[in-house]
């Protein structure tokens, strides 16, 4: 994939399996409605859910194998998006989010 931007509400979350290690992959704010700082990777806080949840349900979605694995923080709900990055693109949009081109 050669773009690796995506953009996807605040409760979401990207994560990647590498060599049996967990990564979340980074996030940058592009509008904020809270008037003051908060860090988006308290999922504890933001979301009533902690590392330890996230980890055990991305593992038991596909047993931790390598890949990417997509994560609503808010529903508690999550995905395993297969071995390459555009399975994530393709995995938001059946899940309504994006479009092809974001311009449209």
């Given at each position: 994939?050669?773009?690796?931007?995506?953009?996807?509400?605040?409760?979401?979350?990207?994560?990647?399996?590498?060599?049996?290690?967990?990564?979340?992959?980074?996030?940058?704010l592009i509008h904020k409605e809270l008037p003051f700082a908060?860090?988006?990777?308290?999922?504890?806080?933001?979301?009533?859910?902690?590392?330890?949840?996230?980890?055990?349900?991305?593992?038991?979605?596909?047993g931790g194998k390598a890949g990417y694995y997509l994560a609503?923080?808010?529903?508690?709900?999550?995905?395993?998006?297969?071995?390459e990055p555009e399975g994530v693109k393709v995995k938001l949009?059946?899940?309504?989010?994006?479009?092809?081109?974001?311009?449209?």
């Amino acid at each position: 994939m050669s773009d690796t931007t995506v953009f996807i509400p605040d409760y979401y979350r990207i994560f990647e399996c590498r060599a049996e290690e967990w990564f979340l992959k980074t996030v940058r704010l592009i509008h904020k409605e809270l008037p003051f700082a908060v860090d988006l990777n308290d999922f504890q806080l933001l979301y009533g859910v902690s590392d330890e949840q996230i980890a055990v349900e991305l593992f038991r979605l596909n047993g931790g194998k390598a890949g990417y694995y997509l994560a609503n923080l808010r529903q508690k709900q999550f995905y395993y998006c297969g071995a390459e990055p555009e399975g994530v693109k393709v995995k938001l949009r059946s899940l309504g989010i994006g479009r092809d081109d974001p311009f449209q």
